[in-house]
């Protein structure tokens, strides 16, 4: 069974820099499709980022240009998101997330579709 850990989290000014971390203890069969979500209180959990494939991604708008998400190809056991010219809108708690969702799934994938999840880890963006 799959299991995730995030880790990087912390507080920056704003136009600051993060790089979060999510290892990925287990095999690797059922991490297909990764992502990155947020969420704050009150809100539904937000998909950021995903990735799939040979390095296939899509973003949510408000990221585009900004965050990259990424991940270690050797292993596969490491999932990355550099975090630059952070915002304060940017606040949040963050989650990995993995499935085996098909490409065509995985592109558009929201919370509800992925079935592994990390403890979150919080980003929090001062001015």
């Known amino acids: 069974q799959v299991q995730l850990a995030e880790s990087g989290g912390g507080s920056v000014q704003a136009g600051g820099s993060l790089k979060l971390s999510c290892a990925v203890y287990g095999p690797t069969g059922s991490t297909i499709c990764m992502g990155w979500f947020r969420q704050t209180p009150g809100k539904e959990r937000e998909a950021v980022a995903r990735?799939?494939?040979?390095?296939?991604?899509?973003y949510t708008d408000s990221v585009k240009g900004r965050f990259t998400i990424s991940r270690d190809n050797s292993t596969k056991k490491t999932l990355y998101l550099q975090m630059d010219t952070l915002k304060e809108e940017d606040t949040a708690m963050y989650y990995c997330?993995?499935?085996?969702?098909?490409?065509?799934?995985?592109?558009?994938?929201?919370?509800?579709?992925?079935?592994?999840w990390g403890q979150g880890t919080q980003v929090s963006i001062f001015s």
């Open positions: 997330a993995a499935g085996t969702l098909s490409t065509a799934d995985c592109a558009t994938a929201t919370f509800g579709a992925f079935r592994t």
């Open positions: 990735i799939w494939g040979l390095e296939r991604t899509t």
